[in-house]
């Protein structure tokens, strides 16, 4: 039976201090507010949104800002995080914003990154060889966190022998971004920032005397920008610090959301084996019903109305892309995963401007993902309770036990 939210949980509730559930189960809060409180003021002030037309609306404005100046120097002051967190694509607005999205966005098209798929595919077939060998293995650390390693790497031309730290480099710099942030989250941000910059710098240099002469080398194409005068210096290493974090949690939490959906919801995996082509409904349906994303932020440059509430110039929205993803206005019966859903028009990717600029590499690395594994693993069991990720704003598993069963175990 679903939980029943009351009025008073609903007045007080403040993502800074979650009730208890939440991080394993946020939706019935999520829900309550739509019904009870869509346009609810958090204790900070901030104005979390929960229904689907007014996210939509807010992506779509004029009237408000991606700058996240304002709102960063409080909670990081003058550190590497506030440096990296302000100049990176995501948290800007035009012009700059425009600028470095076109190069970012012709580099990821899928007609340009034909090359990348295939060391993609390849990639994912050499981890598969040993992963089905095993008794069981982590789909988090031993497969779905290396693939969009492997993607971004690639696309930097990072050398494979370096790319040890580039996970613990992201989950550290976008652990930050959490609602509460403690002084070890803060320190270790930091530190990831520094570690990556110093690191990018050698790369950068070394990449001006040996050129990669690949396909797909979005880093040559950020270095000519700087070259050229378009990008100081400042903005091409924190760009190249965007696409590996833009590209890794969130990939990872697909891959693995959509893992753990496909082992519950037996049905819906038996019929992608036999019909693969619903992969790509399917794909579409984990970003939904369990968005790797929960959240988004924008500041008010402009008077705004939102649902008849008047936002003013300096207000903080949270957007509340988790919950507008199940809004039963939009979706029927919303807290029910069905891979053939149609229309699916959830907000995962964001809209207007700001849309993801990487959602096509995304939704290929998931497809590539799940279809190479339900090829060599049909049945799949979960050999340990998932533990999710102690996370708000980036839902996915920590850690995610996968049994192996093999076509010839069941005769």
């Avoid at 679903?2 to 007080?12: H, L, S, V």
Wanted: net charge negative; proline share 6%; with cysteine.
């Amino acid at each position: 039976m679903t939980r029943r939210i009351g009025a008073r949980e609903i007045r007080d509730f403040d993502l800074e201090r979650l009730p208890e559930g939440f991080i394993e189960d946020p939706y019935p809060y999520y829900r309550a507010l739509r019904e009870q409180d869509p346009i609810h003021r958090c204790p900070d002030g901030s104005w979390l949104l929960t229904r689907h037309a007014d996210c939509l609306a807010v992506y779509k404005s004029a009237a408000v800002s991606s700058d996240k100046r304002r709102l960063f120097l409080p909670k990081f002051g003058a550190t590497p995080l506030f440096e990296h967190h302000t100049t990176s694509l995501v948290f800007s607005d035009p012009p700059y914003h425009t600028r470095v999205r076109d190069t970012l966005t012709q580099a990821l098209k899928p007609r340009a990154i034909g090359a990348t798929v295939e060391v993609l595919e390849r990639f994912v077939a050499g981890l598969l060889d040993e992963l089905v060998t095993r008794d069981s293995f982590d789909l988090i650390d031993d497969f779905a966190s290396r693939i969009p390693i492997e993607i971004i790497s690639t696309l930097l031309t990072v050398p494979e022998s370096e790319r040890s730290e580039l996970r613990r480099w992201s989950l550290a710099i976008l652990g930050a971004l959490e609602p509460t942030l403690t002084p070890d989250v803060l320190a270790a941000g930091n530190h990831a920032v520094t570690e990556f910059i110093d690191y990018l710098r050698t790369l950068i240099e070394y990449r001006r005397r040996e050129p990669a002469g690949t396909p797909n080398d979005i880093l040559s194409s950020l270095i000519a920008q700087h070259d050229a005068g378009e990008l100081t210096e400042r903005e091409l290493l924190h760009n190249c610090i965007f696409l590996l974090n833009a590209g890794h949690e969130t990939t990872t939490n697909l891959i693995g959301n959509a893992v753990h959906c496909l082992a519950i919801e037996h049905d819906s995996r038996r019929r992608i084996v036999e019909k693969p082509i619903l992969i790509k409904g399917a794909i579409e349906e984990v970003l939904r019903f369990a968005s790797p994303n929960q959240l988004g932020n924008r500041e008010v440059a402009e008077a705004l109305s939102i649902g008849g509430q008047v936002l003013q110039p300096g207000d903080q929205i949270i957007i509340g892309i988790g919950a507008a993803n199940r809004d039963p206005a939009v979706f029927s019966d919303p807290d029910r995963f069905d891979i053939a859903r149609s229309p699916n028009n959830h907000l995962a990717f964001g809209s207007g401007i700001h849309a993801c600029v990487g959602m096509a590499l995304a939704r290929i690395e998931g497809k590539v993902a799940i279809e190479a594994l339900l090829a060599r693993l049909p049945e799949i069991a979960i050999a340990e309770a998932p533990r999710l990720r102690r996370r708000v704003r980036f839902r996915g598993f920590e850690r995610l036990v996968i049994a192996p069963v093999h076509r010839a175990d069941h005769g």
